[in-house]
């Protein structure tokens, strides 16, 4: 559905199934004052239990501490306390719902006046785009990523290794630093926060580049060929 909020910003959220019987992507956005806001994008981890309520539990709860704290704290202090909020959040949702492995990758922007602070954990992405061109993309923290780093990925390495993610949320003691990217934001600058669902399947750059219409029953058309949960958070400002 389409919305905008009151920071002059032109906010597009989508989320689809696909063929899949669940939705485990969730998708978030609160504004937080005048000039800023903040923006979650959740894809819940296939192959463990309740992926859908992993995702849905961290994103509203980041998306809670960081309105509770956003003038307590630096803007890179706020987006990883509210990360190691969230995943003490679904620790006790896994109690509750019988301590089964969960987790979730997310991506997570953060608006506040003339800058963009970016975090992410897993293989949801970020990107950039200024005047129609791309200008940053978050880089996956996956075994894909790590091998292509070092060797040139054949398509059944890729086959073998493409749903195994190196970081995430999942309840358990976040030991690595939280990455934190600080960008420029300038008029006219777009933000798309996607699950791997989205940007496996689908032109990234042609949705970006779109201006504030996209087709949405076009997206909703596609679900059954779609073989994963398609998911995504565009911001114009």
């Known amino acids: ?14 989320s689809n199934r696909g063929s899949r019987t669940v939705n485990q992507d969730y998708v978030i956005h609160r504004s ?20 859908e309520i992993a995702s849905q539990t961290v ?24 990360i190691v909020f969230a995943n003490d959040a679904l620790m006790i949702k896994r109690m509750e719902i019988s301590g089964k492995r969960m987790g979730t990758v997310i991506a997570v922007l953060l608006i506040k006046g003339a800058y963009a602070y970016i975090t992410w954990l897993g293989d949801s992405r970020v990107y950039k785009f200024s005047k129609s061109k791309m200008e940053f993309w978050t880089i996956d923290h996956s075994i894909v990523q790590q091998l292509s780093n070092k060797m040139a990925i054949t398509s059944s390495i890729y086959e073998k290794y493409a749903a195994i993610v190196t970081r995430a949320i999942m309840g358990d003691e976040i030991k690595e630093e939280i990455p934190i990217e600080v960008l420029s934001v300038a008029k006219g600058d777009t933000f798309l926060l996607c699950s791997d669902g989205f940007y496996k399947q689908l032109p990234v ?5 779109s201006c504030d219409k996209i087709n949405l029953k076009c997206l909703d058309d596609m679900a059954p060929d779609m073989d994963d949960n398609y998911s995504f958070i565009k911001v114009t400002v």
């Open 32 to 51: 937080l004052s005048a000039d800023s806001a903040i923006f979650v994008l959740a894809d819940g981890m296939g192959g463990y239990s309740h992926g």
């Open 59 to 82: 994103a509203e709860s980041i998306v809670e501490y960081v309105e509770k704290n956003t003038t307590n704290y630096t803007p890179e202090n706020l987006l990883r306390d509210s």
């Open 205 to 209: 750059e042609e949705y970006a580049a």
């Open 1 to 14: 559905y389409y919305t905008s909020c009151k920071i002059r910003m032109n906010i597009i959220k989508y």
